[in-house]
């Protein structure tokens, strides 16, 4: 089975920088696109960075310019670098992947996510 695991979440002070990474395992044919997401407690989830295959990376409004999504293609991992950590950046990060195990359909796989807290 498919299984993303993310690491890197914890504790910063407002201004700190953490970076998070989900790694991929099992049988994997190919991967569409990786991307993290967030949920505050009593929001909803939300779009943080996405990279699809062939297309241009998207990132959320609020994290432009602080946070960077790459790819390690060779490892089947992802990771976001963080940068001016926010109080409001606050929330479970989670990995997402579009992962395709038979060489034509592609299915959503989540992470469980990693905590990150941002202290003022």
């Known amino acids: 089975q498919v299984q993303l695991v993310e690491s890197g979440g914890g504790l910063v002070q407002d201004g700190g920088s953490l970076r998070l990474s989900c790694a991929a395992s099992?049988?994997?044919?190919?991967?569409?696109?990786m991307g993290w997401y967030r949920q505050a407690a009593g929001k909803q989830r939300e779009l943080v960075a996405l990279?699809?295959?062939?297309?241009?990376?998207i990132y959320a409004d609020s994290v432009k310019g602080r946070f960077t999504i790459s790819r390690d293609n060779a490892q089947n991992t992802v990771t976001l670098q963080m940068y001016s950590l926010k109080p409001e950046d606050t929330a479970v990060y989670l990995c997402?992947?579009?992962?395709?195990?038979?060489?034509?359909?592609?299915?959503?796989?989540w992470g469980q996510g990693t905590q990150v807290t941002v202290s003022s």
């Open positions: 990279t699809r295959s062939g297309e241009s990376t």
């Open positions: 099992g049988i994997i044919f190919g991967i569409n696109a």
């Open positions: 997402n992947a579009e992962i395709s195990t038979n060489r034509r359909v592609y299915h959503a796989y």
